[in-house]
């Protein structure tokens, strides 16, 4: 009998990137439980919405490794955070099994995005899913490679907050529910945060390769009070969420406990600008961040239900 080989899993565990797969959890969870306060949904619904947004973004993490070759080769600095997944750089596999497998992911993605459409969920699930699909894919792919114009950042904003937030709400109940435009925001600031972040160890291959990101053309230096306003930007809003749901002790419960790591964070970026090795726990607390503002308001979503 065979043993069985995790190689296989392990390398495509890598080049999909899973480790980062919280970024598109959080807001599924989110739209999820505001879908719930509606009424029952359907469990496998919320499975064939799980598989679909885990196909786009692995998919577009594909993409992504595809190209940015040029500016993953350059990087002397990769961590698990930031240039890439390596699978291509490192030789592991091929730029021919990469686009199958990105290929692959869309396809499956678009299946699930078009049974939960015409199941229930109506036109507007498939418009955020293309919307989805292109902020993923057109954030690396030409003609538009939104990552070198310094609007990537936004666009990732929207992707994994009110689109992802908002369009798991309409899958799972067929309806656009302002709550779930409000509880995506938060969320949404955080994760540009991370990916601007991850932006200032790229720096310097981003430069050279011409990849010119918000970090690329900002500079460091002022990139960090960007990073600033987008931390004090998704308290701010998370904070009126707590407000709006009825949890004004939650008000100040809630932010006390991860606010110290947001300062962290951003302390620990600005002495270190140009120490990119100093900059990876940065880069691991706040993507930690994110998932802590994510669960806060998820934790106040189910509170408000009982």
């Known amino acids: 009998m065979k043993r069985f080989c995790l190689r296989p899993f392990c ?6 990137r899973i480790h980062i797969f919280s970024a598109s959890l959080i807001p ?15 469990l496998l619904r919320f499975c064939l919405v799980v598989v679909g947004v885990f196909c786009y973004h692995g998919g577009a993490n594909l993409v992504n490794d595809l190209y940015d070759l040029e500016a993953d080769r350059l990087n002397l600095e990769a961590s698990l955070f930031n240039g890439g997944s390596r699978v ?19 396809i499956v993605g678009t299946i699930c995005a078009f049974v939960l459409a015409f199941t229930g969920g109506g036109p507007g699930v498939l418009l955020l899913a293309l919307a989805g699909f292109g902020c993923g894919y057109f954030y690396s792919a030409p003609p538009l490679r939104l990552a070198a ?21 309409a899958a799972l109940t067929g309806s656009f529910l302002p709550n779930a435009l409000l509880v995506s925001l938060p969320v949404g600031a955080l994760i540009t945060a991370v990916i601007l972040l991850n932006e200032f160890p790229d720096y310097e291959s981003d430069r050279r390769s011409g990849k010119r990101t918000l970090v690329v053309r900002l500079g460091r ?15 701010v809003l998370l904070v009126i969420n707590l407000i709006i ?16 790591l947001a300062v962290w964070v951003w302390h620990r970026v600005r002495r270190n600008l ?24 998820l934790i106040a979503l189910l509170l408000i239900r009982k």
């Open 11 to 16: 390398l495509w565990a890598q080049a999909l």
């Open 28 to 42: 599924v969870l989110l739209g999820t439980v505001v879908a719930q306060a509606e009424g029952p949904i359907s």
């Open 88 to 106: 291509l750089t490192a030789g592991l596999t091929s730029t021919a099994q990469v686009s199958k497998a990105a290929i692959l992911c869309y």
């Open 149 to 169: 114009t310094g609007y990537g950042e936004l666009c990732v904003g929207l992707a994994f907050g009110p689109f992802l937030v908002v369009g798991t709400a």
């Open 221 to 235: 230096k002022r990139s960090v009070w960007v990073l600033a306003a987008l931390l004090m930007m998704a308290f």
């Open 245 to 260: 749901l009825g949890l004004k002790w939650f008000v100040v419960v809630s932010p006390l406990t991860t606010a110290p």
């Open 274 to 297: 140009e120490q990119t090795r100093q900059l990876v726990s940065a880069c691991a607390g706040m993507i930690f961040l994110h998932l802590a503002n994510g669960l806060t308001l």
